[in-house]
C-alpha cells in the first residue's frame, strides 16, 4: 500500500503540471523560437517550450500521387500537433526541475514523452523537407548509394522492402550515414524513439498509415510509388554532404 500511495502522489503532481506547463507553453507560444544552428552562442536554453512550426518547402497542391488534402492534414494535425505537445511536456519539465521533491516515477514518465516528441517533430522535418523534387537521383550521395549497393536501383529495392516490412502498423524507414561507422544504411524504426546510434538521417518516409490512408487506403506499395516520384535528391545530397563533414 504505500508504494500504491507513492505512485499515486507521483500521478497527482504531474497531473497538477498539466495546467502550470500548458500555461507556460501557452505564454511562450511556438512563435519566436530560438535559432536553432549549432553554432557556438546560439544554442537554444533547455526546456524553453518555444520550438514552431517549419512551414512547407514546396506547393502541397503540386505534388503528384500525395493529394494536396492529405499533406496538410498529415503536417497540421501529425506534426503540428508534436510541435504543441513538445513545447508542453518542455513547460512541465522546466517546473518539475525546480521541485525536489518530483518523484523520479512521474519524471520518468515526462522523459519518455519527451523523447517521443522530439523524435516526431525532428523527422517529421526531414519527411516533409525531402518532398517536392522531381525524385530523380543525383549528386554525391546518388554516386556513393551506387558504391554501397551496386547500383541506385539496388538501394531503392532494398529501402522499398525495409519500408514496407512497415506497412499496416507503424514507423519510419530511413537511409542514414552513421558519423561513427561511416557507412550508409537503410533503417527500419518501429516509432519515434528508434534509431541507429549515430545515425544521421539523409533520406526520412513516414510509414505511419496516416501518411498515405486518406489517398491510398492499405495499399503501401503505391504510396512508395508516389514518394519516390516526389524526392528531392538536392536536398538528400546537401544533408549528404553535411553528414559527411560531421563524420569527418
Not at 504505500?2 to 500548458?22: Q, V
Not at 510541435?83 to 519518455?112: C, H, S, W
Amino acid at each position: 500500500m504505500k508504494g500504491t500511495g507513492a505512485n499515486d502522489a507521483g500521478r497527482r503532481r504531474t497531473l497538477g503540471l498539466i495546467g502550470a506547463g500548458a500555461a507556460a507553453a501557452s505564454l511562450s507560444g511556438i512563435a519566436g523560437a530560438q535559432d536553432s544552428s549549432l553554432e557556438p552562442g546560439s544554442l537554444a536554453l533547455a526546456f524553453a517550450s518555444q520550438h514552431q512550426p517549419k512551414p512547407l518547402r514546396f506547393d502541397p497542391a503540386k505534388l503528384k500521387g500525395l493529394s494536396e488534402k492529405l499533406i496538410r492534414s498529415h503536417w497540421e494535425n501529425n506534426y503540428v500537433g508534436s510541435v504543441k505537445t513538445l513545447n508542453l511536456i518542455e513547460g512541465r519539465l522546466a517546473m518539475a526541475m525546480q521541485d525536489k521533491d518530483f518523484p523520479p516515477i512521474a519524471y520518468g514518465g515526462l522523459k519518455r514523452e519527451e523523447l517521443h516528441r522530439v523524435g516526431s517533430v525532428v523527422l517529421h522535418e526531414h519527411y516533409f523537407d525531402n518532398l517536392g523534387g522531381d525524385g530523380k537521383p543525383g549528386g554525391d550521395v546518388a554516386k556513393a548509394l551506387a558504391q554501397v549497393y551496386g547500383s541506385v536501383e539496388s538501394w531503392e529495392t532494398e529501402f522499398r522492402r525495409t519500408a514496407l516490412s512497415l506497412a499496416g502498423g507503424s514507423g519510419w524507414c530511413l537511409l542514414t550515414l552513421n558519423a561513427y561507422t561511416g557507412e550508409l544504411r537503410n533503417q527500419w524504426a518501429w516509432d519515434h524513439m528508434h534509431g541507429i546510434v549515430a545515425g544521421l538521417p539523409l533520406l526520412v518516409l513516414d510509414m505511419y498509415e496516416h501518411s498515405y490512408h486518406m489517398d491510398y487506403g492499405s495499399a503501401a506499395a503505391k504510396y512508395l510509388d508516389a514518394f519516390f516520384a516526389n524526392i528531392d535528391w538536392q536536398m538528400v545530397d546537401q544533408r549528404f554532404q553535411r553528414a559527411r563533414r560531421i563524420a569527418t
